[in-house]
């Protein structure tokens, strides 16, 4: 991986990468927290399907992140699931190949995510986080608040999410 990445709108021709990012940051990232039997039982192509169907539906976006070796890290997002406030979009996936992070992708890939929900008329923007995860404060570093908690079974556990908002896309694209 090298520090020379651009961002592009993602299409169905990534979509096997994306299912093998996935995989391999829910790997990395949730090593300890989520059962390792549901790691190890997940699939590329079980995440390539899913992410066919998602990209499939009305107001669904995906950006990618790319260097000279191809896909490295996307971003999907779309209107915001259950009861949000109208006028917010939802981040509902932010991955990034473990050999990638650290080099601006992530803040990248938001801010792509966030010009595009802010032409579609959106004012903010929201991404659920698990609370155990490392991460998490990379949200808060770029300006986003707690602003709701849940839980999730995943695996054979519950686990605590956490909501994190921009209020003002604006802002979120200025930093």
């Known amino acids: 991986m090298n520090q020379n990445f651009r961002i592009r709108p993602a299409d169905t021709e990534d979509l096997p990468m994306i299912g093998e990012i996935l995989v391999e940051t829910w790997r990395h990232t ?3 927290i989520i059962d390792d ?3 190890a039982g997940m699939s590329e192509q079980d995440q390539m399907m899913r992410h066919t169907r998602r ?8 950006q990618a992140g790319v260097d000279t070796d191809g896909l490295i890290g996307f971003a999907n997002y779309g209107p915001a699931r259950g009861s949000v406030s109208s006028g917010v979009m939802e981040l509902y996936s932010l ?10 992708l992530g ?17 903010g ?10 991460n998490r404060g990379f949200y808060e ?8 908690r849940s839980t999730i079974h995943v695996g054979n556990s519950d686990h605590e999410q956490i909501a994190y908002l921009w209020q003002d896309l604006d802002e979120l694209i200025e930093i």
């Open 55 to 62: 990209m499939g539906i009305a107001g669904v976006a995906y």
């Open 37 to 39: 039997a549901f790691l």
């Open 125 to 134: 923007l929201f991404a659920w986080v698990l609370a155990e995860n490392a």
């Open 107 to 123: 803040k990248a890939l938001v801010k792509a995510a966030a010009t595009d929900c802010r032409n579609q008329g959106a004012e």
């Open 141 to 148: 570093y770029l300006g986003a608040t707690a602003s709701a």
């Open 30 to 32: 949730f090593r300890g």
């Open 95 to 104: 991955y990034i190949r473990p050999a990638a992070q650290g080099i601006g």
